[in-house]
């Protein structure tokens, strides 16, 4: 079965502008969740969505942000972008939001100049 | 607060050798721990897991290791390959289904040899 499908694959945005990032969960999964991976900090966790639900939030600021839409597709914009952001933005799918079923897609690197 | 403490920060090991990540956690609500493989340019891929409730889990060349009581777990990895070369992240998380997060430690890259 397809695997989790994140689009686009790399983006160059300059500070100020927002971003919207697309995850296309595993086909019959109905949570989504989003992490931002940096060298310095790691995988961080920003939210999870389930049945078009925020049920839960990492510590990010406010310009962080998603939504989920009845077919279980996610996505996660950002905006007023700042250098910090620059990152590589994972998604990961699992059918009921429990992480042991976790599978992740390939990311979103995206870059603020 | 880094939830996961997961050491060395990389690691070098000839072919056919032992590969060993340790990682300390201090939440005791964690019931799920997991580890991780990245390759360049792809997500992270779940390559084994334990539940506190054993001490030990094995799967092929890979091996977890738990001691609940010094909250501490690590991945073994025998006879390690050219191929296993990545980063390898442990992680831990509250079960159950309501969307709690994976709490992930910093990463280990590893580097087998020929």
């Known amino acids: 079965k397809a695997g989790v499908t994140q689009t686009p694959r790399y983006l160059i945005k300059t500070r100020g502008q927002q971003v919207t990032l697309s995850c296309s969960p595993i086909?019959?999964?109905?949570?989504v969740s989003w992490y931002q991976q940096t060298p310095g900090q790691g995988l961080q966790f920003l939210f999870e969505?389930?049945?078009?639900?925020?049920?839960n939030k990492g510590n990010f600021p406010g310009r962080f942000s998603g939504r989920q839409f009845s077919n279980s597709r996610s996505e996660m914009n950002v905006s007023t972008l700042e250098l910090g952001d620059s990152a590589l933005y994972l998604c990961a799918s699992s059918l009921d939001g429990s992480t042991y079923g976790y599978t992740f897609g390939s990311g979103t690197r995206l870059t603020v100049v | 607060q880094q939830q996961v403490k997961q050491s060395p920060q990389s690691l070098i090991v000839q072919k056919g050798g032992i590969s060993i990540i340790n990682c300390a956690y201090e939440?005791?609500?964690?019931?799920?721990f997991p580890w991780y493989q990245q390759f360049p340019g792809k997500g992270p891929a779940l390559l084994i897991a334990i539940r506190p409730d054993v001490s030990e889990k094995k799967e092929g060349r890979f091996t977890i290791s738990f001691n609940k009581s010094a909250k501490q777990f690590s991945l073994h990895i025998m006879d390690s390959q050219p191929g296993d070369s990545a980063t390898y992240f442990c992680a831990a998380s509250k079960g159950g289904n309501s969307g709690y997060a994976l709490n992930f430690g910093k990463g280990t890259s590893l580097l087998v040899t020929p």
């Open positions: 086909s019959g999964h109905r949570s």
């Open positions: 969505y389930f049945s078009e639900t925020q049920r």
């Open positions: 939440n005791t609500a964690f019931d799920y």
